[in-house]
């Protein structure tokens, strides 16, 4: 695998430290780790929150549920929208974004629903697209927005 770019590492951390802020001590906004979402699927999203510290997942095997999944997307843009979007979809995940870095804005993805049309048989309903200056706050805590311009480089 190829190393990241400056955009993309920079891009990584912007976004840990917005989200961080926005969900506060008790949960554990993990980098690049994986999830375990059945026996043949491990992916390493950019960012995903999951309740409690470091320290909970120690010995107990990676997550198996995020409360909110992201993808820092340049060159995989393609790969982040119809590959891993469908993957979380199937895993229940509720809210899935993608940071967008060619076009400067943030994909906001909810509601997964079963779609035998859709890759893998799974989509989100709903989807949405916000640029700076809109905010968006996760669903598992909707009273902490998260300024997009702050999950941009």
């Known amino acids: 695998m190829a190393a990241q770019k400056d955009l993309h590492f920079a891009a990584v951390e912007l976004a840990r430290i917005a989200v961080s802020r926005s969900f506060g001590e008790k949960f554990w906004c993990r980098t690049q780790g994986p999830l375990h979402l059945d026996r043949w699927s491990g992916p390493e999203p950019d960012i995903a929150v999951v309740p409690g510290s470091a320290r909970d997942y120690i010995g107990t095997g990676h997550p198996k549920t995020a409360l909110?999944?992201?993808?820092?997307?340049?060159?995989?843009?393609?790969?982040?929208?119809?590959?891993?979007?469908?993957r979380?979809?199937?895993a229940g995940y509720q809210d899935?974004?993608?940071?967008?870095?060619?076009?400067?804005?943030?994909e906001i993805y909810r509601k997964p629903?079963?779609?035998?049309?859709?890759?893998?048989?799974?989509?989100?309903?709903?989807?949405?697209?916000?640029?700076?200056?809109?905010?968006i706050a996760p669903l598992a805590v909707p009273q902490n927005p998260i300024s997009i311009a702050d999950l941009l480089p």
Do not use: F, Q
């Open 68 to 86: 909110l999944v992201i993808e820092i997307s340049d060159t995989t843009l393609r790969y982040d929208r119809r590959k891993k979007g469908p």
């Open 88 to 90: 979380y979809a199937r």
């Open 96 to 106: 899935y974004w993608i940071v967008n870095l060619i076009d400067k804005c943030v």
């Open 113 to 135: 629903t079963a779609d035998p049309s859709a890759p893998l048989g799974w989509r989100y309903a709903d989807v949405a697209v916000l640029s700076p200056p809109a905010t």
